[in-house]
C-alpha cells in the first residue's frame, strides 16, 4: 500500500512541476530577479579601469507597504556615496540579495541612470510578497512525508488554521496566530518586532503555545518509534512561554538571546511504558531554559543556496535551577556550516556539516533528539530515528541546473503578488555520512554508535515565496534503497 501511495506521490508532484512549466511558455532565461542592466554605452577610461561615480539619489517603486528605513537596512551603499561604477554594481548585487533574503519580495530589480555622469540615480523596483495569510491548515502529523507514507492514515492529519501577517506595518514586524488540532493539537500566537532602535541593530520577540496529544513517542526499538494512542486522555500536555532580544551588528550577523518557562504534563501510562521518559518519571516537569545562537549569513539565497557559506551556533540551558523542584539539568550546543560554489556555468556544489554535544541529564527520552528531523539526517535514512547524546552530519552534493532560474506570468492569476512566478530545475548527487554517539538508548538500535552513509540521486524544484520540493533516490549503507520526499534545501 505505502509503495502505491509513494508512487501516486511522485506522479503528483511530476505533473505539478510540468504544470509549472507550462503555465510560464513567455518565461525567459535572463531572469528579472537577478538581472542588474550594465550598459555598454557607460563611460570608461582608456584603460579600462571603472571611473568613479557619485550616488546622487535611490528611488524605490513597487515598495507600497515596506517601508523606506526597512529597506536601505539591507543596502549597502547610500545617497552621498562616491564609489567606482564596479564598486556599485557589487554593491547593487549585494543589497539585491540582502533584500531577497528578508522575504518580503518575489521580485527585485536595480537599474540605473546616469544622464548626469558620473552622477548615478539609482532604481530599485520591487514585487513585494502577499504578507496577510489566513489559511486552512491540512498537514501530515509525522516527523516528515517518508514516516507519514509508511503508515498513511487520516488519523495522523494535523488540521486547523493558521493567521501569518508578515511585515506588519511595512516595519518587518511578524503576528503568527497558530489554531491546529487532530493528531496533535497546537495553540501558539506570536509576536516579533526586527527592530526597536535607531540604527535598527536592536529587536524583540515573544511566544506562547500550548501544545498536547493523546499519540505520543514512548520509545526507539530498532531504530523506529514506537507510539502509544490513548483514547481517554491526553498522553502529554505542556505549555508555555519565552520572549527574547534580536541584536543584529552587522547585515549578515545574527545575535539572539532567549528567555523561556515550560511545564509539561504526562500520562501515567506513558511512565508505565518507559520510566526514563522524564526526569524521575515525574509527572509533572517544569523548568526555565535559557537559549542563545550566532548566525553568519553569507548565502545569495536562504531558501535555496547557491553560492555562499553560512554559520551558526547554539548554546541552550535547559533548567536554570530557580523554580522549585526544577529537575531539568541538560545542555546542549550546536553549531553547523554550509559552503557553495559555483564550478562552472550551470553546475554547483555543495558540503556541509551538523554537529551537537549534550552535557548533564541525558538519559531522558523526552529531551533527546538525534538524527531523523528536518536536516538533521543522512539522506537515505529518512525512515529511522537514531537517538543520541552527540552527533555529527556531513552532506554534499553536486548540482546542474536544467532549467536556470525563469520567470513568468501565470494567466489566469490577476494578482501580481501571485501571478509573477520565478523557478529553476536542479538535477543533483550527493552523498552524506553522519554518527550518532549514544551510550543510553542503544539496546536494540542499531544504527547508534556506528557510522551511517548515503548516497544517490535528485531533483530539486525551486520557486517563489522560498519553496523548494525534492525527490530524491537513495541507498544507505544497510543495502536499502528508496524514494524520498523533502520540501526544504538539502544543505
Not at 133 to 162: A, H, S
Not at 314 to 332: A, I, N, Q, S, V
Request: hydrophobic residues 40%; glycine residues 8%.
Amino acid at each position: 500500500m505505502f509503495i502505491l501511495l509513494r508512487l501516486l506521490f511522485f506522479l503528483v508532484f511530476a505533473f505539478l512541476q510540468m504544470l509549472s512549466l507550462s503555465l510560464m511558455a513567455q518565461s525567459r532565461v535572463d531572469s528579472v530577479l537577478v538581472r542588474i542592466r550594465m550598459d555598454p554605452a557607460l563611460p570608461v577610461y582608456a584603460d579600462g579601469a571603472s571611473p568613479r561615480v557619485f550616488v546622487k539619489n535611490i528611488e524605490m517603486q513597487g515598495n507600497e507597504i515596506t517601508r523606506y528605513g526597512i529597506i536601505m537596512r539591507e543596502v549597502v551603499f547610500e545617497e552621498g556615496d562616491s564609489l567606482t561604477l564596479s564598486t556599485l554594481f557589487d554593491a547593487m548585487e549585494e543589497s539585491r540579495e540582502n533584500l531577497l533574503n528578508t522575504s518580503l519580495f518575489n521580485f527585485v530589480e536595480m537599474d540605473m541612470d546616469y544622464s548626469e555622469f558620473p552622477a548615478i540615480t539609482v532604481r530599485m523596483l520591487f514585487v513585494e510578497r502577499w504578507y496577510l495569510w489566513p489559511f486552512p491548515i491540512l498537514e501530515l502529523g509525522d516527523r516528515n512525508i517518508n514516516e507519514w507514507l509508511n503508515d498513511p492514515g487520516l488519523q495522523k492529519m494535523n488540521y486547523g488554521v493558521y493567521l501569518v501577517w508578515d511585515n506588519f506595518r511595512g516595519r518587518r514586524e511578524n503576528i503568527k496566530l497558530l489554531f491546529k488540532t487532530g493528531y496533535r493539537h497546537l495553540y501558539t500566537l506570536s509576536y516579533t518586532k526586527p527592530y526597536f532602535d535607531a540604527r535598527k541593530t536592536l529587536g524583540w520577540g515573544m511566544e506562547a503555545g500550548v501544545s498536547r496529544s493523546r499519540q505520543l513517542a514512548y520509545m526507539t526499538m530498532a531504530n523506529r518509534q514506537q507510539f502509544v494512542k490513548l483514547t481517554d486522555e491526553f498522553a502529554y500536555q505542556s505549555w508555555y512561554f519565552n520572549a527574547g532580544l534580536n541584536y543584529r551588528p552587522a547585515i549578515r550577523n545574527y545575535h539572539s538571546l532567549r528567555l523561556g518557562y515550560n511545564h509539561f504534563s504526562f500520562s501515567d501510562t506513558l511512565m508505565v511504558l518507559n520510566p526514563r521518559y522524564s526526569p524521575g518519571g515525574a509527572t509533572d516537569i517544569n523548568f526555565l531554559s535559557l537559549d542563545w545562537e550566532f548566525k553568519h549569513d553569507f548565502r545569495d539565497l536562504k531558501a535555496y543556496p547557491l553560492k555562499g557559506h553560512y554559520f551558526d551556533v547554539r548554546l541552550t540551558r535547559f533548567g536554570l535551577g530557580l523554580l522549585p523542584d526544577e529537575e531539568m539539568d541538560l545542555t546542549t550546543l550546536q553549531t553547523s556550516y554550509r559552503h557553495f560554489w559555483q564550478t562552472a556555468p550551470r553546475w554547483y556544489v555543495g558540503a556541509g556539516a551538523n554537529a551537537k554535544i549534550s552535557q548533564g541529564l541525558t538519559d531522558i527520552y523526552f529531551s533527546q533528539q538525534g538524527l531523523g528531523f528536518q536536516t538533521d539526517l543522512v539522506r537515505g535514512y529518512e525512515n529511522y530515528v537514531i537517538d543520541g547524546q552527540h552527533f555529527l552530519v556531513l552532506k554534499s552534493n553536486i548540482k546542474f541546473a536544467l532549467v536556470p532560474q525563469r520567470s513568468g506570468r501565470i494567466g489566469f492569476l490577476p494578482w501580481e503578488h501571485f501571478s509573477l512566478i520565478h523557478y529553476a530545475l536542479y538535477l543533483n548527487a550527493f552523498a552524506d555520512a553522519g554518527y550518532v554517539a549514544d551510550r543510553h538508548f542503544n539496546g536494540n538500535n542499531f544504527l547508534n554508535n556506528t557510522w551511517l552513509t548515503g548516497a544517490g540521486i535528485g531533483l530539486d524544484f525551486v520557486t517563489y515565496y522560498d519553496k523548494v520540493f525534492r525527490t530524491e533516490f537513495s541507498i544507505n549503507r544497510q543495502g536499502e534503497a528508496g524514494l524520498f520526499f523533502h520540501v526544504i534545501a538539502p544543505i
